[in-house]
């Protein structure tokens, strides 16, 4: 007998669920400008190492953290480095900004891609609360969310992540408002995890892989 899409599920085991998807550029490795000799900072120091040491701040202390002198005594260059690319400490922010986005827009897009609802709704999910590196990002922003210039980034990640989440569970068959439904408290359960895990140490990774799994047992019907 030919298994339905929740045993098919199942059969692909853990591994289907804990993808990260592809990795944004905004890196947490270590393998950075902050990384390189004295010299080297001097001559290569471009405004994407800038916009990459404030999403690593912004993932470690959140939006509020970022400023320029910080961060130039981070990179190991003066704040003559920094103006020579942003006008202000906002601009570097907004510049920031727009990349998470950009990265989070690519990174959901490659998650959307198979022929079963079922299993893309379980890899999404998997990725939005598995991936450490850009949780951490999102917790980070999603913190300052009452900040004007981080308030639309906030709002429009929440729209578009709320309607894709809306479209996959319509998809594996839950009528319109319950979809809706649905989506709305994956969401929040996601923006609250994260709000957590950035206040608390992270679990193991085999407790965390079956909290997911639980999870998505939980949200998705069967």
């Known amino acids: 007998m ?46 994407p190492d800038w916009i990459d040491a404030a999403l690593k701040v912004i993932a470690e202390n959140g939006v509020e953290a970022v400023a320029v002198e910080p961060l130039a005594q981070r990179l190991g260059v003066t704040k003559g480095s920094f103006y020579a690319h942003f006008s202000s400490r906002n601009a570097l922010v907004v510049a920031a900004l727009e990349l998470w986005k950009s990265d989070e827009t690519a990174c959901t897009s490659a998650l959307l891609v198979g022929d079963d609802p079922l299993v ?13 590196q850009r949780g951490k990002v999102y917790a980070g922003i999603c913190a300052a969310g009452a900040d004007p210039l981080v308030t639309p980034y906030a709002l429009d990640h929440a729209l578009a992540k709320v309607q894709i989440l809306t479209d996959l569970y319509g998809s594996v068959g839950l009528p319109k408002a319950v979809a809706a439904q649905r989506a709305e408290l994956t969401y929040t359960a996601y923006m609250g995890h994260w709000r957590v895990k950035a206040m608390l140490p992270l679990a193991e990774t085999g407790s965390t892989n079956s909290y997911i799994d639980h999870l998505i047992d939980t949200l998705i019907p069967s």
């Open 120 to 132: 893309v709704l379980s890899t999404l999910i998997g990725s939005m609360f598995g991936d450490h």
């Open 2 to 47: 030919t298994p339905g899409p929740q045993e098919s599920l199942r059969a692909r085991g853990p591994s289907s669920r804990h993808t990260s998807g592809p990795q944004p550029s905004t890196s947490t490795d270590g393998n950075d400008v902050a990384s390189r000799g004295p010299s080297a900072r001097r001559q290569r120091l471009s405004a």
